[in-house]
């Protein structure tokens, strides 16, 4: 199961960290990524962590604003943040936690089995 927490409506310029809590695997090797979709849009990867060594990327439109974390350092912990700076009104979008088996961090949504619901996060003054 994979569930996502912490959207909200926030002013441009704000903060905000994204939880998602993975549970029901058994998974030693693994990538949890951060994507988005916005109305009419094609949904977007932002970022992955794996665990181990805890690898990151980020996509280019995040990189310098979203910094990707995760509780504990052992696989078991499977509770990946995002914290999202500096925000736009085009951050606006459902966030959206999904996980991969494997530890080769990549943004390829092909690669993501399992999902959550997403959270909103609304960008508006």
């Known amino acids: 199961q994979v569930v996502e927490s912490g959207g909200a409506l926030v002013q441009p310029g704000g903060s905000l960290m994204l939880s998602c809590t993975v549970s029901g695997f058994t998974l030693d090797y693994w990538t949890i990524g951060w994507f988005r979709q916005a109305p009419g849009k094609e949904r977007e990867a932002l970022s992955c962590?794996?665990?181990?060594?805890?690898?990151?990327?980020?996509?280019d439109s995040v990189k310098e604003r979203f910094t990707i974390s995760r509780d504990g350092s052992n696989s078991a912990d499977k509770t990946v943040y995002l914290q999202m700076n500096s925000l736009k009104p085009e951050d606006s979008a459902v966030y959206l936690c999904?996980?991969?088996?494997?530890?080769?961090?990549?943004?390829?949504?092909?690669?993501?089995?399992?999902w959550g619901q997403g959270t909103q996060v609304t960008v508006s003054s």
């Open positions: 962590i794996t665990s181990i060594d805890d690898d990151t990327l980020y996509a």
């Open positions: 999904a996980v991969a088996i494997g530890s080769d961090a990549t943004l390829d949504e092909r690669q993501f089995l399992s």
